[in-house]
């Protein structure tokens, strides 16, 4: 059983269009989060919902719009796209508020043409 | 503000060769610290974890990590490469506080090549 899933697992596009990439989790986890790889590998925190409430918001360009319907998903919207949106977007989740070990999805490689 | 700093963007070893990647944290509290592993094309697998308990921390795959205090240093070794450890290998740090941010922070990643 897949832990945290993530569709589509490739998504190309065109620069202008509007994509939607969604994230589920079936490990009973309150927290939910988005992290951006870029083409040098580097990670970086998105957001971040905590049952259903966004917790971290990090300067992330206004076109991108996360949605939490309950905690076991959070689907991860993008308006106008454009080139430099090209990354592999993971999702992941975590339990807990002692030690936060976060399970990652295989992760959703988009590529804005 | 905590920041992870991985030194050596790629180390390469032989088959069989003490594997060292290494990793420096920046907090004014002792954070949580980790190391993922990411395979070609795959998602982020946990390594292992210190959470305050034992400094020497043992991970999957014959992986383990020591805590250094003094150093701000979180270490990973592994006694014998194996040609299935090439991968991307990541530091990450995460507060101790129980409520507010959650997330990880990443170092830059270091990828290790395995020779055979």
């Known amino acids: 059983d897949t832990a945290v899933s993530q569709t589509p697992k490739y998504l190309v596009t065109q620069m202008g269009n509007d994509k939607s990439i969604k994230c589920e989790q079936n490990?009973?986890?309150?927290?939910m989060y988005w992290y951006k790889q870029d083409s040098k590998k580097f990670l970086k925190i998105m957001f971040s919902?905590?049952?259903?409430?966004?917790?971290i918001n990090e300067t992330v360009p206004n076109r991108f719009s996360p949605k939490s319907p309950d905690k076991a998903h959070l689907n991860l919207h993008i308006n106008s796209l454009e080139l430099g949106d090209s990354a592999v977007y993971f999702c992941?989740?975590?339990?807990?508020?002692?030690?936060?070990?976060?399970?990652f999805g295989p992760g959703t490689r988009l590529l804005v043409l | 503000a905590q920041s992870v700093t991985q030194l050596g963007s790629h180390v390469s070893v032989s088959e069989g060769a003490l594997v060292l990647l290494r990793c420096n944290y920046s907090?004014?509290?002792?954070?949580?610290l980790f190391w993922y592993v990411q395979y070609p094309n795959q998602g982020l697998q946990l390594l292992l974890k210190?959470?305050?308990?034992?400094?020497l921390v043992k991970g999957i795959n014959g992986f383990e990590a020591e805590f250094k205090k003094s150093e701000t240093s979180f270490h990973l070794t592994k006694p014998s490469a194996h040609m299935s450890d090439a991968a991307e290998y990541f530091c990450?740090?995460?507060?101790?506080?129980?409520?507010?941010?959650?997330?990880?922070?990443f170092g830059s990643g270091t990828r290790l090549q395995v020779q055979p």
């Open positions: 490990l009973g986890h309150d927290t």
């Open positions: 992941a989740s975590s339990q807990g508020r002692v030690v936060e070990t976060q399970y």
């Open positions: 919902y905590n049952n259903k409430e966004l917790i």
């Open positions: 907090s004014s509290v002792p954070p949580y």
């Open positions: 990450a740090v995460s507060p101790r506080s129980g409520t507010g941010r959650r997330a990880l922070t």
């Open positions: 210190y959470t305050s308990a034992a400094t």
